[in-house]
């Protein structure tokens, strides 16, 4: 008999519930499955995706500058796991004594954790596996060290602003009084940059977008055809964001878990926002989430911003 894989219930939860909403959407979490994740990693390196490249030429050339506000020594607590470039760039840079990385996949943080334990000798890795944008303790070795949260990426922009305001709150919490926050998050610029960004002329946004219906289909026993959807990305001006969908190209129906689901031609799943900020807008989120900018770092087209704060 061949073997049924192991139904995550949360998925199953957020698929379900969510194709039958008003406006049928899908958490944008659920893109990273092993292929979701390789593809994402595969979007970090296009061309047309430039915040990944700038946000590291941000930190490379400011490396300094940075290590001077943030001090040396502390202990860093990255949320989420760092990916292989950015994490050594900012540990090289402001030499922190603990490193604290925080991801909800274990293996994917050990394996981090000793690659870096392996680069860097001196350095103290403390990994914590928790999802974390839930509660959790900090390890107490880093008890009596300044703390400096690190969220680079701009993965605030993936969580609406009133989602993105209580994480904030959240990481001061966990961080304590005098904690830093250093965070990187996306400018708003021409609208054509950003649909190309987010619909890269080769195609890898796409495929990481309709990934998600072969996760369904795979995960979730579903029948859907996934030549009936087409990936789309949309500017919200209103909202300030970039909005990826699967657009159904033609009527269609399926079925998920055995529930049946039908798509008019036209109709979209909203599978991702990816909101972004300009100064104000991205000072103002700070100082909603308990966060006291003190420090900004750009490039010089200002088209993405490294920014420290205090709690
Ligand atoms: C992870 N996150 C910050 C990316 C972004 O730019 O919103 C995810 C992504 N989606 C499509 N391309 C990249």
Known sequence: MPETPEVDPAFRDDVLNGLAAPIPAVPARWFYDRRGSELFDDITRLDAYYPTETEMRIMGENASAIAEATGRGAALVEFGAGSATKTPLIIDAIEPAHYVPIDISGDYLRDSADKLKADHPGLAVDPVEADFTKPFDLPSEI?????????????????????????????????????????????????????????????????????????????????????????????????????????????????????????????????????????????ALLLAGGWTPTHEWTDDADDFAVILAEA
């Open 143 to 283: 008890d009596g060290f300044e703390r400096i949260g690190f969220f680079p990426g701009s993965t605030i922009g993936n969580f609406v602003p009133r989602s993105a305001t209580d994480m904030l709150r959240h990481f001061r919490d966990i961080l304590g009084d005098g904690a830093k926050l250093l965070i990187g998050m996306d400018r708003v610029k021409e609208i054509d940059r950003l649909k190309r960004a987010y619909d890269d002329p080769e195609g890898v946004t796409a495929a990481f977008n309709k990934n998600l219906l072969t996760r369904i289909n795979r995960e979730l026993n579903g029948t859907i055809p996934e030549d009936a959807f087409d990936h789309e990305a949309r500017w919200n001006e209103m909202l300030g964001r970039i909005e990826m969908h699967l657009v159904a190209n033609r009527d269609v129906s399926f079925e998920i878990e055995g529930q049946p689901f039908s798509f008019a031609k036209g109709e979209t799943i909203h599978t991702e926002n990816s909101h972004k900020y300009g100064k104000r807008a991205a000072r």
